[in-house]
């Protein structure tokens, strides 16, 4: 059976289960529509929180940018990992005893203002929208390397899907969904990974083959690494940083914090019976993520080094890498390589008409590689290949059997999936249930809200799509702008929500209007306003990354301290909470049982 037959029976097989469990699940309620009526096992609810979370940044994106960046994107580990311990931790729990279905009502009510909860609102929109230009980023490359289309046509088609998709089952539908999609991505992760870990290492853990022996030599697999994409130019891979130390640490920072504040996965705690559910639900979602978590590093440095063998074949028989008959001839390049080009996400240019490919970092400062680069008649580097399609490709690369390409094809697509449909949730249930129906038109019907939800998915979707055809960045990138935005405005909201009763509404709104505003001067500085393409102002803040070297990825963590400092300045000089509010946070803090407090405004 040829290639794309075998990707269309996984891709279809796994389609039909997901379809056939949103019918069975579909909501019949607003409370099933938002919050699956409550009533979803921990460990249910674990995995599917797992799949929320491993979106099409995590699956498709974060490995291949480890691949690209080395050592300095572990950032994302770290971040991502820590946050959603901080999040399960100290947040989790006190907002399900709240009792309420969004955050945007967390801070309406604890802040007892109306103007609060929209402001959150709004912080939510963007940091959700801007989320999902980074998953339809994700949507495009999958379905492109699905179809065989370009990544452009990648994107509407998944538009489509995801927009059916979400709007049919509500939460419930999702909730049980994302659990099948758990079970096929984290299938679709691991079992390449642990063909490529025996062929390089021989060992069956990839986690183990990491810092195992390259097969074959007396070298490491990461002292080999280390030596070839040095000597064809690029950072060591084991030492390089994203810019300076202070941007890594802030980089981390930003993630960890905005992954506390960001919606779609504070939603999922509310559908579970109870806050121990809830706490217990926390932990199992921990342990199915670290399993993807922790293979991450090897699939990114394996499929380096096996990208760098495909191209130049000096690097598995050893000699010399700059030598004529090492670069591959591109009549002959795998199969592979002329799939991808149809995506338009790897490139290859011949400049010095030889017929070879030659993979080299021409930008690098090293006067040696240069001198041997054009000493060998290299005129400079000849292929371009997207980060984000690393780890879809990386069983193609490794010339795994067809069946685990269609594996990975079908997790690809879940992990695309899973993300947007829970994201256009935290959006619909933003616009519908807090805008509309909190503040708008508070007599609005059962149906009317569940048809303004809908709506505003609708919108959502065309809006992300069309930014997601001329993204930011890759789809990790977008996704941590998205986690910036969130942790400098609804992190410290929600934070000193629980932890301080002495903050009044004013403090609060303040800073989430201070720290949104900061971060968002900053970002659209260098990405454009909203993300539209000639819309910079670099000239205005002095140049790219001119805030003591920070890039916009990483500017949320300053934008939290803004929103924090902000916040205690101005209750500082306003009146205190009323007592009730004060009997109340105290009352949030006691995480035990299931029943929501009382006495919120």
Known sequence: ???????YIFVGLSFALYIGIAIWARAGSTSEFYAAGGSVHPITNGMATAADWMSAASFISMAGLISNMGYGGALFLMGWTGGYVLLAMLLAPYLRKFGKFTVPQ???????SKTASTIAVVCLLIAS????IGQMTGVGVAFSRFLGVTAETGIYVGM??????????GMKGITYTQVAQYIVLILAFTVPAIFISLALTGNVLPQLGLGGDYRGTDMTLLAKLDSVVTDLGFGKYTTSLPGSRLNMFMYTLSLMIGTAGLPHVIMRFFTVPSVKDAR?????????IAILYTTAPAVGAMAKLNLHATVNTAVKAGGDLFAPEASIQAATQPDWMNRWEKTGLLKWEDKNGDGRIQYYNDKTKDKAVLDKAAAAGWKGNELSVNPDIIVLANPEIALLPNWVIGLVAAGGLAAALSTAAGLLMAISSAVSHDLVKGIFKPDISEQGELRA???????????????GLNPPGFAAGTVALAFGIAASSLFPAIMMGIFSKKMNKEGAIAGMIAGLAFTLFYVFAHKGIFFIKGTEYLGVIGGANSFFGIT??????????VNFVVAFLVDKVTAEPPAHIQAMVEAVRIPRGSKAVSGSH
Do not use: C, H, N
């Open 1 to 7: 059976m040829d290639l794309q037959t075998t990707i």
């Open 106 to 112: 967390f801070i309406g009510d604890r802040f007892y």
């Open 129 to 132: 929208l801007t989320y999902i």
């Open 160 to 169: 489509a899907i995801v927009f059916a998709y979400a709007v049919f089952g």
């Open 280 to 288: 217990l639900s926390a932990g199992w979602a921990l342990v199915f």
């Open 453 to 467: 939800g809908k709506i505003s998915m609708a919108v959502a979707v065309v809006v992300a799509g069309y930014l």
């Open 552 to 561: 916009p990825e990483a500017i949320g963590a300053v934008g939290a301290m």
